[in-house]
């Protein structure tokens, strides 16, 4: 972490800056007169009170009151400390921040994590377009219906058959040591090292500001397990973080809705087809976390399922996280594709229109939610008019009172 950012510097970045042209790559604008509006990203509305003025290099919300340069959006929009988000603009400013020297808090300790992953992910390319074995993975993405563009637009990668194919390139003992704290390889009980991707496709995952922090694997032979994610590790979260949002941010806020699937695949699969405002879970089930950050990009979620049990259960889970998010203009919704369907074979045998169509009829939690307790209950029997009541009480009370 570096010490304290010269006032000079920030003064040059800002000078350099477009702050309509910051916030329009994380929000679309549209031209208002001689200023700029949005819905406001901070808070939920219909009409746009969020303005970006040009001239004053400032915006403000009229509805909220937020206001600030493109520092502070950043900041607020990424979750950003300060000096995070002069990093983040310098780098796009082509500015150099100044090193003033280490802050008193020490060294960054994520900063060799994040540069080992970066590099990973690097030789993970390389390899899929290189190695003697990686026509069978590229055979299978094609058979996927993905494009060479698709492969590289989410730098897929391939991590070869073997132990110690990438631990072989540390070189040295202190990279060794970051690789398992990147949760890259595992230390044997019996001396030595064993990399923890082996013959599977490789799909990187990125934090907001689109840097590797871990990656998702899938076995391409048969065993088990068929998908591996990276453990957790001081840059990885699971519960926080969503495959894909990093690129997804723009088209969710355009479109005002982002969509739920349950694999890396069926990302890739619409993105194909030009449906990009969509990210997935890591193996894990639906956070409050997932959903505050969805929902400051866009009043509205659809969670896409497979319509057999396992992703019923996942959607019921979704449901009763999702009940206390739900503010004035927020609207959860369900999609459950039937069985042996998921977004991916749905949209390539199909098409995106049909895809389009099937999100547009998606189930309000509200709906969900009530078909859920009735199928518990016996509604015609008093004793089932109270075991329903029962049920209902508890769920609704954890929805927030309107204003």
Same mark, same amino acid.
Request: hydrophobic residues 35%; contains cysteine; aromatic residues 8%.
């Given at each position: 972490?570096?010490?304290?950012?010269?006032?000079?510097?920030?003064?040059?970045?800002?000078?350099?800056?477009?702050?309509? $042209?910051?916030?329009?790559?994380?929000?679309?604008?549209?031209?208002?007169?001689?200023?700029?509006?949005?819905?406001?990203?901070?808070?939920?509305?219909?009409?746009?009170?969020?303005?970006?003025?040009?001239?004053?290099?400032?915006?403000?919300?009229?509805?909220?009151?937020?206001?600030?340069?493109?520092?502070?959006?950043?900041? $607020?929009?990424?979750?950003?400390?300060?000096?995070?988000?002069?990093?983040?603009?310098?780098?796009?400013?082509?500015?150099?921040?100044?090193?003033?020297?280490?802050?008193?808090?020490?060294?960054?300790?994520?900063?060799?994590?994040?540069?080992? *992953?970066?590099?990973?992910?690097?030789?993970?390319?390389?390899?899929?377009?290189?190695?003697?074995?990686?026509?069978?993975?590229?055979?299978?993405?094609?058979?996927?219906?993905?494009?060479?563009?698709?492969?590289?637009?989410?730098?897929?990668?391939?991590?070869?058959?073997?132990?110690?194919?990438?631990?072989?390139? =540390?070189?040295?003992?202190?990279? *060794?040591?970051?690789?398992?704290?990147?949760?890259?390889?595992?230390?044997?009980?019996?001396?030595?090292?064993?990399?923890?991707?082996?013959?599977?496709?490789?799909?990187?995952?990125?934090?907001?500001?689109?840097?590797?922090?871990?990656?998702?694997?899938?076995? *391409?032979?048969?065993?088990?397990?068929?998908?591996?994610?990276?453990?957790?590790?001081?840059?990885?979260?699971?519960?926080?973080?969503?495959?894909?949002?990093?690129?997804?941010?723009?088209?969710?806020?355009?479109?005002?809705?982002?969509?739920?699937?349950?694999?890396?695949?069926?990302?890739?699969?619409?993105?194909?087809?030009?449906?990009?405002?969509?990210?997935?879970?890591?193996?894990? =089930?639906?956070?409050?976390?997932?959903?505050?950050?969805?929902?400051?990009?866009?009043?509205?979620?659809?969670?896409?399922?497979?319509?057999?049990?396992?992703?019923?259960?996942?959607?019921?889970?979704?449901?009763?996280?999702?009940?206390?998010? *739900?503010?004035?203009?927020?609207?959860?919704?369900?999609?459950?594709?039937?069985?042996?369907?998921?977004?991916?074979?749905?949209?390539?045998?199909?098409?995106?229109?049909?895809?389009?169509?099937?999100?547009?009829?998606?189930?309000?939690?509200?709906?969900?939610?009530?078909?859920?307790?009735?199928?518990?209950?016996?509604?015609?029997?008093?004793?089932?008019?109270?075991?329903?009541?029962?049920?209902?009480?508890?769920?609704?009370?954890?929805?927030?009172?309107?204003?």
């Amino acid at each position: 972490m570096r010490g304290r950012i010269p006032r000079e510097f920030i003064d040059e970045l800002l000078a350099r800056l477009d702050v309509v $042209e910051v916030i329009d790559r994380r929000v679309p604008l549209k031209k208002a007169g001689k200023d700029f509006k949005a819905c406001c990203p901070f808070h939920n509305e219909k009409t746009p009170s969020f303005t970006v003025s040009r001239p004053k290099q400032f915006y403000h919300c009229f509805g909220c009151g937020v206001s600030g340069t493109a520092i502070t959006f950043l900041m $607020e929009f990424e979750h950003l400390s300060f000096p995070e988000a002069v990093e983040e603009l310098a780098g796009e400013a082509g500015l150099e921040v100044p090193d003033t020297g280490p802050a008193r808090s020490g060294d960054n300790p994520t900063l060799p994590l994040l540069e080992i *992953l970066g590099e990973t992910s690097r030789y993970y390319k390389d390899q899929l377009r290189s190695h003697s074995d990686a026509s069978t993975t590229i055979a299978y993405l094609k058979q996927r219906g993905l494009t060479g563009e698709i492969a590289a637009r989410f730098d897929l990668g391939y991590a070869p058959t073997g132990w110690d194919n990438l631990s072989s390139t =540390a070189g040295n003992e202190e990279k *060794l040591d970051l690789m398992v704290k990147a949760g890259l390889i595992s230390k044997r009980e019996s001396g030595g090292h064993y990399d923890r991707f082996r013959a599977r496709v490789i799909f990187p995952i990125h934090d907001s500001k689109g840097r590797v922090i871990a990656f998702g694997g899938r076995l *391409l032979d048969e065993g088990e397990p068929k998908y591996l994610n990276s453990p957790e590790t001081p840059v990885f979260h699971k519960g926080s973080e969503l495959y894909n949002l990093h690129r997804a941010r723009s088209a969710i806020a355009q479109q005002q809705v982002s969509i739920v699937v349950e694999g890396y695949m069926d990302v890739l699969a619409l993105a194909q087809h030009g449906i990009d405002h969509c990210v997935a879970t890591l193996g894990t =089930a639906t956070t409050a976390t997932h959903l505050q950050r969805l929902f400051r990009l866009a009043p509205s979620i659809v969670f896409c399922f497979d319509g057999d049990r396992a992703g019923r259960d996942a959607a019921g889970r979704a449901l009763e996280i999702a009940l206390p998010s *739900l503010e004035s203009g927020r609207q959860v919704s369900f999609l459950f594709l039937p069985d042996g369907e998921d977004p991916d074979s749905v949209v390539r045998d199909q098409g995106a229109d049909t895809f389009r169509a099937l999100i547009e009829s998606a189930t309000p939690l509200p709906d969900l939610l009530f078909d859920t307790l009735l199928n518990q209950t016996d509604p015609t029997r008093m004793d089932g008019k109270a075991r329903l009541a029962t049920l209902t009480r508890p769920l609704i009370s954890r929805v927030p009172e309107g204003p």
